[in-house]
């Protein structure tokens, strides 16, 4: 602990040090759009801009934050019509579509910063296209199992670290009455986090990425053995029934309530369910298990980043606050237990106490040599991602369709790929 | 100089022809946005159906491939067909508004103590938000806690999950719909009822005529102007469905409740969506649906219009 705080204070101090030059001569207005509408978030990204125009007086800097579903679709307007000179937005290919649109501005330049290279080296490539960067990271967190210990103590069952062992604890919790994992896919996306992991278990990240890709079939037999995996605990009643009806949220309580004893979610589903009462005695996590022992372990880790339309009047304050928000202080600040709840991006920032924190920075850390995915619908192509999340959701519902499902996905594959 | 100076023996053009000029000078603000904000967008649209466009970067012309595609959803079954299917059964099921909000004003239609009470809030459910709709009836149908079934408990029956089903989940969101659009009809019946002549009520008692005759043969004929709104409105209520669908389904369980508002929609403007010239196209196939209703609405009232 006294490491972590005396490590946090050089960062400070190494910080402060890089901003004050540059303090003084920064003028003018900057707008900075943010979608982190959730209540702690904005609070926190709040927090932040605040030190940021204490540290430029001379700044007049305007926050406009964006519920964050409607943010998704006003991305287009904006960065078109009224660009900030500061946005959030989503690593990988859920960027490309406005990078290859010349609405994102190239921040390369910032990435040959020794600083910026050395402590943002980790997301760099989750920030590439065409050799160049488009924008910051400025938080990522790991995706799980996250499981009722006090259901798996009840059962007598441990936390599985294969196939086998995960099967066999389904069963078991299947045939105490309850779930195995509870979901909701009426927005789909939960859907694509349980295809990553089993599609990256069963054939690797290289096929999960060239599927992604385009570059194989879905009526593929590797495909067809993932789904294959997936059926085995649909068959035997591992999710919880009219999960196409509920939203994540709506999803939770099954899990507090103890009707289910596992979710596959990302660290973002700590704060909910703590918030509903589940202690830290209660509440566990365990990296999601192998399947087929042959392909290295890979990891869901989706990055949220900051980005500088390329139509911002004020690119050089937009710069600065780039390297502010990723500075390893703010890094640390901003993604703490009480603010975020997240991973910090600069290798220079400490992660915080919080078990699931530690857990999952040893795990992408340590554990996920296979490499580090964003998520399916950040990976693959908006269409393609569409339509296959509706087929993985059609999937979980009618998984005697899986061949019509696949043949579906595959003709999508033809007309989105060109 | 003359007298008759006084009187300019040319007189201006515009007082020559104030009187055919006046009722376009008025008609000239409406007709200026119609024509920039419904006619030109007509013409917009069926041009950007020919293109392919994510909205950002390049347009590249690509002729009808956007119609041959959805030829193609639709002899797959997939995607379009449902959206066209779903919007069939909307236009069908939607119609039983129309009897029942006549039904309902049949009832309303007399005069009891606080009966302003009772139709207001018969009406209630077309004055508060579709998006309030949506949910009251998203929490209804909830597998979980929802009223429906529990009520269903009590007679017996097993949960159903209405949303969750891809056979019921339209009848689902009809039935939403239905809601608010009987209390519309029920309203336009109710100030048809007002204008119902009397003396032919009278007329037909004596005649003998009560109960169904009565109502088929002296009021309904009556309530024939009320009708053909409720008709009018119901069809294009129908046929632009969107805002339940979005809040109660979007448009899942995987896809099975799209009608083709939303799918174009999903396809050009959502979340996933970056294919405006297929959107485009799906709603020009929506327009010229639309166009044929319309056409025949215009033809018949210009018909009546002609008759008197």
Known sequence: ?418 | MTVSSDIPDTESWFHRNQQRIAPWLFLAPGILFFAVYVIAPVFQSFNLSLYEWDGLGEKTYVGMRNYEDLYWEYVDRDAFFTSLKNNVMWLFLYLLAIPAGLFIALFLNQTVRGIRLYKSLFFFPFVISQVVVGLVFTWFYDPNFGLLNTMLGWVGMGPINVLGNEHLVTYGIVAAGLWPQTAYCMILYLTGLNAVDPEQIEAGRLDGAKGWSMLWNIILPQLRPATFIAFVVTIIGALRSFDLISIMTQGGPFGSSRVLAYYMFEVALSEYGFRMGYGAAIAVVLFLIMLCFITYFLWSMYREEKGH
């Open chain 1, 1 to 418: 602990m006294l490491s972590k705080m005396k490590t946090t204070a050089a960062a400070v101090a190494v910080a402060s040090a890089f901003a004050v030059p540059a303090s003084a001569e920064l003028t003018g207005d900057l707008n900075i759009f943010l979608d982190t509408s959730n209540p702690a978030p904005r609070a926190t990204m709040e927090a932040m801009i605040d030190r940021f125009k204490a540290e430029h007086p001379g700044l007049n800097v305007e926050t406009t934050v964006i519920d964050r579903e409607a943010y998704k679709t006003q991305i287009r307007n904006f960065l078109t019509a009224n660009a900030p000179d500061v946005a959030t937005w989503y690593a990988a290919n859920r960027m490309r579509p406005y990078v290859e649109a010349g609405l994102f501005e190239d921040v390369s330049d910032l990435y040959a910063e020794p600083e910026i290279a050395e402590g943002l080296a980790s997301t760099k490539g989750a920030l590439t296209i065409d050799d160049k960067q488009w924008g910051v990271a400025y938080t990522y967190y790991q995706w799980g199992v996250y499981y009722r210990k006090d259901i798996f103590a009840e059962l007598g069952l441990s936390e599985p670290t294969n196939w086998a062992e995960e099967k066999a604890n389904c069963g078991k919790i299947v045939a105490s009455g309850r779930a195995c994992y509870t979901i909701g896919t009426k927005y789909l996306w939960t859907a694509g986090g349980w295809f990553d992991y089993l599609n990256m278990r069963t054939n690797g990240f290289d096929f999960h990425m060239d599927l992604a890709a385009g570059n194989v079939s879905w009526e593929d037999d590797r495909v067809k053995q993932t789904f294959m995996n997936w059926k085995e605990l649909i068959d035997m009643g591992g999710f919880i029934a009219d999960h196409q009806t509920y939203s994540w949220q709506e999803a939770l309580p099954f899990m507090v309530n103890g009707e289910a004893a596992s979710y596959l979610m990302g660290n973002f589903a700590v704060a909910p369910l703590r918030e509903a009462g589940l202690t830290d005695d209660q509440l566990d996590f365990y990296q999601f298990p192998v399947i087929n022992p042959e392909v290295a372990l890979s990891e869901d880790a989706p990055t949220d980043t900051f980005h500088i339309p390329a139509n911002a009047k004020n690119k050089e304050a937009a710069r600065e606050f780039l390297r502010f928000a990723t500075s390893p202080a703010e890094q640390t600040i901003i993604n703490n237990g009480k603010n975020l709840g997240q991973l910090p991006v600069n290798a220079a920032s400490s992660v915080d106490d919080d078990k699931f924190l530690q857990m999952g920075f040893e795990m992408l850390s340590n554990n996920s040599t296979g490499g580090v995915a964003q998520f399916w619908d950040r990976d693959a192509p908006a269409e393609m991602a569409k339509v296959s999340m509706e087929g993985f959701q059609e999937f979980m519902v009618k998984p005697d369709q899986m061949d019509k499902i696949l043949a579906k996905l595959e003709r999508a594959r033809g007309r989105i790929y060109k």
